[in-house]
């Protein structure tokens, strides 16, 4: 086929026809030519039931009915953020709100710890309370905690350092910023 259209390739305008009709029937334009139509014709669909009003909840306005329980969008695509925002705590106080994006890891860490604590109590989850959390850069892959006779990797780890109370006693859990969360009693 190469050779056919090199061959072809001449300044004669009836040419270039015959070079264009070999180029429209390649197996790669035509699947590219499949596609588009594919998703042309599922894109026309979605817009014919969002005209119809299939598949979109609340009615000709846009608005939901009383009960429907979901927040509803005017069909502008404008969103009036009054009616979502969470108004202020009932107490006064400010709250703080934690910062969009990506989550804070020592979150997942505390409730690692507590969980290893009320397994290793035989104690409900609820009875453990948060005493603090702080970042720590470890010394070595240890997290703080060495035990005799193993070797550890002579790197900076970071992690936290978690006080967790229960029934009036402290314990201390040291952790990596991952999933290691180990308890270690101070000496």
Known sequence: MKQR?????????????GNWRMFIRSPIVMAAGALITVFSAAAGMRKDS???GQDC???EDGELEAGDSQTPVPRSGEVDLRRITPGPAESGEPVVQPAP????????????ARQSLAAEAGRDI???????????DWPDSSLGCPQEGRMY?????PGYRITLELDGMEYRYHTDRGRRV??????
């Open 50 to 52: 969002a005209r119809n």
């Open 182 to 187: 180990v308890n270690c009693p101070e000496k």
């Open 101 to 112: 994006g990506a989550a804070d890891p020592s979150v997942r860490l505390v409730q690692i």
């Open 5 to 17: 259209y090199r061959e072809n390739l001449s300044t004669d305008p009836s040419s270039w026809i």
């Open 153 to 157: 990797l002579q790197v900076i780890t």
């Open 57 to 59: 909840p609340g009615n």
């Open 126 to 136: 609820s009875e453990i309370a948060l005493v603090g959390v702080e970042a720590v």
